[in-house]
């Protein structure tokens, strides 16, 4: 764009992984077959923006959510769900959660200097759902009784686990992003870090702490858990943490060819996706596959990249998707 040029532009970006199970099942009845993994997390947003010269201001929309435990855990929670036979021996318990949902407005810069550039981005952020807590402890089958004790530190908008009645807190933040890059004539890399530093700070938030002991009763060989709590809940002001998630691009021209290597990293996980497009067919199409996750990648998009889709699955049956990306964007100049 040159520097009197105006750009609208529109960005649907989302990204979700579930290790133990499709992320449909995991997100409802638990129905599904399970696998091994401790995390599960989805990232969605939803940018709209205005571009003038190096400057852009717009409106952003969030949605995350993240999921850490470990295989006990999910395999105890499953068994719970589907009415199966409880585990045997020691079962340890480990679940970290971490959810925001938020808008704001979003105010960026553009510095270029041949074919660097580095546009740091800034998102004022109003939150209404939070929950960010952990829950600790170890479960124990003797003689067909489960029995054990969890220790609970839990933040939230809305209480999951007690069903603790109260006014919802309102939050505000900061997220700051930075986009490097550069790109020459036949080859180009960028690094996006998005949440560099990033806080929500909430208002009269609700907490419970205390110490869960949970027996099974009346219904031996099945998981029935029948938690009793002890502890304290109450409301003060808190401070929730950001994590930061980064994307990486490298492409090189070759011929009719754009070959490419994504990287992503995010919750201590590096996902790495080598690509090719055939760049002389309209529509650019694309090809890609992420190792780890075993996700194949389709896309198209315009020779100026005014408009690109992007759909990636490791599973074409969408239901039983455990890596799920999806990707829209639009530009307009005037």
């Known amino acids: 764009m040159g520097a009197e040029a105006v750009g609208l532009d529109v960005a649907v970006t989302s990204r979700s992984v579930s290790e133990p199970m499709a992320i449909e099942g995991f997100t409802n009845e638990w129905d599904g077959d399970l696998h091994k993994g401790d995390i599960a997390w989805t990232r969605n947003r939803l940018d709209i923006g205005v571009r003038q010269g190096a400057w852009r201001i717009g409106y952003t929309q969030r949605y995350d959510y993240t999921l850490k435990f470990n295989n006990e855990t999910a395999d105890l929670y499953y068994r719970s769900e ?33 074919g660097f550039f580095v546009e740091p981005a800034v998102s004022l952020l109003s939150g209404w759902q939070f929950q960010d807590g952990s829950l600790n402890g170890f479960l124990r089958n003797e003689n067909g009784d489960l029995s054990g004790q969890a220790e609970l530190d839990y933040r939230y908008s809305q209480d999951l686990l007690l069903d603790h009645q109260f006014d919802r807190p309102s939050g505000r933040g900061v997220a700051v992003d930075l986009l490097l890059g550069w790109e020459g004539e036949e080859r180009g890399a960028n690094l996006e870090i998005q949440d560099l530093y990033g806080r929500m700070w909430w208002r009269d938030a609700p907490y419970t702490r205390g110490t869960f002991n949970t027996v099974s009763r009346n219904n031996p060989g099945v998981v029935r858990l029948d938690p009793a709590f002890s502890g304290v809940r109450d409301i003060e002001d808190y401070q929730q943490r950001l994590s930061t998630y980064m994307l990486g691009n490298y492409w090189q021209d070759q011929g009719d060819w754009r070959w490419s290597v ?22 650019n199409p694309y090809l890609g596959h992420e190792l780890r996750d ?26 039983e998707a455990r890596s799920l990306t999806v990707q829209l964007g639009y530009r307009y100049v005037w």
């Open 82 to 114: 589907n009415d199966l036979p409880e585990p045997a021996g020691d079962v340890p318990v480990r679940l970290d959660a971490w959810h925001m949902r938020a808008q704001g407005v979003k105010l960026s810069w553009q510095w270029t200097s041949g």
């Open 262 to 283: 994504d990287a992503e990293y995010f919750l201590d996980r590096l996902w790495v996706r080598p690509g090719v497009s055939l760049t002389q067919v309209p529509g």
């Open 294 to 319: 075993r996700q194949w990648l389709l896309g198209v998009a315009d020779d100026d990249q005014r408009w690109h889709a992007q759909l990636g699955s490791d599973d074409w049956d969408l239901a």
